[in-house]
């Protein structure tokens, strides 16, 4: 007898790059083992923001192929990420009338609870994505975790709730509705990737997770447990790219060449031996020289912005100096070298990069500073989704039943956006 188990899918869209995760869950003890992944280039997206609809539809189609051609099974749904500046995270506070006489909590209270707190709290044009809460008061007694089965006649909660403009959210949902693939649940993708970089020690010491993408930069500060505070910023290494581009004089192809392979976490600052360093770069039948000083002040300059702009976000949350276990940080950036020792220099924080904690695999080569939060998304996936009826492995459906979605996706594209 086989043992059931389902797909578990994140889809994180970014602006450089969509990436697809997938998982094998099993109910019976609740594990999960990353069984396929992959990337295709994005399309579409602007500072983490629908820009073009059709083009973020190829991307997403894209990468199921890919995946779907591993697995040799046609997927059905999936968790995907919601980014921009828009993502807004905000404290909120509310109170239940148990009724009298007094009687246990249960979690209807619980959840009515935290939909009245939120509701009195968030603009109409704004969705839940989700709702955190801190500690409970019952009956006058407070900094309870866990109200569950607790008796009495009134129950108040303080949390945070993490929200998106409703227009970004059925952006989103359509796009996922022209792939044909149902859409459980969506999330930040720094919200998304805590869950699998962070410890629970991390998380109740106090940390802040800065995933520095390419058009935007997510932080998370989480402290006793729980997400305390959350922003996007819109700066990342995308424009690191266009100031080489424009101070280098290159095309950004190749601008993102020299970001990527001489790219340095540095503010510039150099010895006088140091000052007439160059860097050759091969292009096409040509060899490009650039002044490494000329390189390093424009990917500091830039750099040092973004820093100044998470240290912001770190004293607007209040918890600046509240963070013993410092900051981790994910996100193609962070793959810079030096990025590390420039964290601790502008922060004032211990700092360190992300890695995956106790996620199982059967693939190898997942870079776990940009797939962190596709990673993160396929566990958000495991709590939200529903059970398959196919069985753990599926043997004979080849590869041709996931080409056949990219084989129909053009014409249904076409039909759903005439107008």
Known sequence: MQEKARYVVGVDIGTTATRCVVGQFYDEDDSITIVAANEVPGGGMRKGVVSQMTAVAQSVDDVLV????????????????????????????GM??????????????????????????????????????????????????????MVG??????????????????????????????????????????????????????????DIGAATTGVAIFEGGDLQYLSVIPLGGEQITNDLAVGLQVEPSLAERIKREQGYATLGIYDEDDEDSVVEIKDGNQTLTFSRQEIDEIIGARLEEIFERIAKELKKSGLARRLPSGTVLIGGVSHMTGIVELAKSQLKLAARLGQLKDVESVIDGIDELTFAGAVGLMMVDSQVGQYSDEPATHGGQVASEALGRARGFFHNLIDRFKP
Request: charged share 20%.
């Open 66 to 93: 890919k995946v779907e051609s591993l697995l040799g099974h046609r997927l059905d749904s999936a968790s995907a990420s919601i980014n921009g500046a828009d993502i807004l995270g905000q404290p909120v506070s």
């Open 96 to 149: 239940v009338v148990l009724g009298a006489p007094e009687r246990a909590v249960e979690e209807a209270d619980i959840q009515r609870l935290e939909h009245n707190a939120a509701v009195g709290m968030v603009p109409e044009n704004r969705k839940i994505l989700e709702t955190v809460s801190h500690q409970f008061t019952v009956n006058g007694q407070g900094g309870v975790k866990d109200p569950i089965d």
């Open 153 to 210: 006649s009134r129950l108040e909660m303080k949390g945070y709730v993490v929200s998106a403009l409703q227009p970004h959210v059925t952006t989103i949902e359509k796009t996922f509705d022209t792939v044909e693939l149902a859409l459980n649940s969506l999330a930040p993708p720094v919200l998304a990737a805590a869950r699998v970089v962070l410890t629970p020690q991390q998380r109740d010491n106090g940390v802040a997770l800065i």
